[in-house]
């Protein structure tokens, strides 16, 4: 579960990244993040694996507030959240293989364990057969299709998607679209991030609009209503806003057998 109550990012100057911003996605939903460029999507993905941390406003993410998530526990967060960049951000120099397993192998796990777990994981996203390639050696799409494994490698319960087919033609754009929802099948919450109106209105799912920061429109295009996911009085364009639900207090999901915080990579290390 994702809950924005009256989220707000400014930065330095005087520019906007989000504005009061109310809405929630229930846990196992597909959600498309559209806006024109500036529109505040990327600002959206990064509040949520607190790569930047809101102005005003809360935000709970798996049950954790994480506007005031100590620093020590943002790594335990981005364990159950993979990112998929634009760019791919795929180290040139690495196999396939390596590129996917790092956090597995920050995390201790054995060489045979992180082999047998890339393979799966690679499995599903039909590139198994490529494990000891290079990024070089690959198509775009076909690396796109790793960047996407390298999010999925550690089974995260959210996966987020920053305009992940931006670069692609449209074949394979519809390709890549594909596994999104065969993953989101698989009971894992996808926020994707996209311009492309038209291949968002071809899958028909619940879709956020963003314009200058706001949250202008909330549909969902499969059913041609406002989703019951919405808070009420998160809209802007609301005449009569009700207050948002107080959040609740984050509880601390870290369990005395998880490995010592030094060993969990920041976000920023993986797009090295």
């Known amino acids: 579960m994702i809950r924005f109550f009256h989220v707000s990012k400014r930065y330095p100057g005087g520019q906007v990244g989000l504005e009061d911003v109310s809405l929630q996605i229930p846990k196992g939903q597909l959600v498309f993040l559209t806006g024109a460029s500036g529109a505040g999507k990327t600002t959206f993905l990064k ?45 040139p120099r690495k196999t396939v293989f390596e590129n996917i397993a790092y956090l597995p192998r920050v995390l201790g ?38 960047a996407v494994a390298r999010a999925l490698i550690n089974q995260p319960e959210i996966l987020l998607a920053d305009e992940p087919t931006g670069n692609l033609d449209p074949e394979l754009s519809e390709e890549i679209l594909r596994l999104f929802l065969d993953i989101n099948l698989r009971g894992t919450t996808v926020v994707f991030a996209t311009h492309d109106r038209e291949l968002i209105k071809r899958i028909g799912r619940r879709v956020l609009t963003l314009d200058q920061g706001r949250l202008v429109d909330d549909q969902d295009l499969s059913a ?36 010592g915080l030094e060993t969990a990579p920041p976000i920023a290390e993986m797009r090295s």
């Open 47 to 91: 509040l949520i694996y607190c790569e930047e941390l809101p102005t005003d406003g809360h935000i709970l993410v798996n049950g954790r507030n994480v506007s005031s998530l100590p620093r020590n526990k943002i790594p335990y967060l981005r364990r159950t959240i993979g990112v998929v960049f634009q760019s791919f951000r795929l180290i």
């Open 109 to 146: 796990l054995e060489h045979k364990a992180q082999k047998k777990l890339a393979y799966e994981t690679l499995r599903q996203v039909g590139l198994a057969h490529r494990m000891n390639a290079y990024p070089v050696q690959l198509s775009g799409g076909e690396q796109q299709r790793v």
């Open 224 to 259: 041609g209503k406002r989703p019951q996911g919405r808070i009420q009085g998160g809209s802007q364009d609301d005449k009569s806003p009700q207050p948002a639900p107080e959040p609740q207090a984050p509880k601390d999901h870290a369990s005395p057998e998880e490995p």
